[in-house]
């Protein structure tokens, strides 16, 4: 295991150990549903069935077509506000 996979795999214990990593979480979801990310996802979601037919999708197929645009549409302000905790975090716990 590199250095690297090390430090993230401590880091996220870290997280579960103290249930920072779900209070992230429910972060997340709330200033996605907040900004209406889920909306457009769902609306993207729709729109990929329509194109290809509800039999002709699968799940993974689904999965495969909406997760770029997913991560794209995430605002600049919610990622900088999950990293600025994420660091805050860090910041606290220094004797990882």
């Known amino acids: 295991m590199s250095k690297d996979s090390q430090m993230r795999a401590a880091i996220n214990q870290k997280l579960i150990e103290t249930g920072e990593r779900e209070r992230l979480k429910e972060l997340l979801r709330a200033k996605l549903v907040e ?6 996802l769902k609306a993207h979601c729709k729109d990929v069935i329509k194109e290809k037919g509800l039999e002709h999708v699968t799940v993974e197929d689904l999965v495969t077509e909406v997760t770029p ?28």
């Not at 997913?70 to 004797?95: C, W, Y």
């Open 35 to 40: 900004c209406g990310w889920k909306d457009q």
């Open 69 to 96: 645009k997913g991560r794209a549409l995430v605002p600049d302000s919610v990622k900088k506000e999950l990293l600025h905790r994420i660091r805050a975090f860090l910041a606290q716990h220094a004797t990882l």
